[in-house]
């Protein structure tokens, strides 16, 4: 499993996370767009940051609300999604290109991913997003026990999958992230979360929060970069991995 976070998440003069410190550890970083997180200076020292470690980096498009950190769900046309994704994925794109870097995959945020991962159409509209822009990026999608009908669909747009669990976050029992809302969807304890962690990689299993056992395929596992433990939940991860 390689080892993901969302990064470049600040704004302005908002600082959020330790991003520089995160990078020595991680494989991949999804870096914020500038929609729900991020603006170009935010980006560009992101991508200076991931390139000086030889990270991957993937867009990470979120939906127009800085306000919400893009966790609110907000109704779109679907060209008008569509138009939004790209959009995002330029706006990075163009930042890592100045530095002779490059993106390849995409990972939605917040709201934006869970719908995706519960509504087809969105889903389909991500892709067809990707397919119309460069299908040689991949798209990473949350692990669930219907990857095969997700897989089928991006088949269709020939674009290329990686599939994600995470360690910080409450499981259902059909392989979906609890809403943020109920009590214990976010796992801060750092034994917890490690135990998780040793459980996917032995096994490739997670259990819910009712404790049923979900058997996942993993390539990327995802801690994230606003955790207030993030810089030390990362380290021991890394260790374990």
Not at 35 to 44: E, I, K, Q, R, S
Request: include cysteine; aromatic fraction near 8%; proline fraction near 2%.
């Amino acid at each position: 499993m390689l080892l993901n976070s969302d990064l470049a998440e600040g704004f302005g003069t908002w600082k959020k996370g330790n991003d520089e410190e995160i990078m020595r550890y991680i494989d991949m970083a999804n870096l914020a767009c500038g929609f729900h997180a991020g603006d170009p200076l935010v980006m560009t020292k992101a991508v200076k940051s991931a390139k000086q470690n030889g990270i991957t980096i993937g867009a990470h498009p979120g939906y127009q609300d800085l306000i919400g950190f893009g966790r609110r769900s907000i109704p779109y046309a679907k060209e008008e999604l569509k138009a939004a994704i790209i959009y995002q994925i330029g706006a990075l794109r163009a930042v890592a290109n100045s530095q002779d870097y490059d993106i390849s995959y995409v990972k939605p945020h917040g709201a934006l991913y869970n719908d995706m991962m519960k509504d087809e159409e969105i889903y389909k509209t991500m892709l067809e997003a990707l397919s119309s822009y460069d299908r040689g990026l991949k798209l990473m999608i949350l692990s669930s026990l219907k990857n095969p009908s997700y897989k089928t669909l991006a088949d269709d747009f020939e674009i290329e999958l990686i599939y994600e669990a995470f360690a910080d976050r409450a499981y259902d029992d059909e392989g979906f992230l609890v809403s943020r809302k109920v009590e214990g969807s976010v796992i801060s304890d750092v034994e917890s979360i490690l135990k998780r962690v040793k459980e996917l990689q032995d096994s490739g299993t997670i259990r819910s929060i009712n404790g049923k056992t979900l058997h996942l395929k993993v390539d990327s596992l995802c801690v994230h970069g606003d955790n207030q433990k993030a810089l030390e939940l990362t380290k021991r991860i890394r260790e374990i991995l």
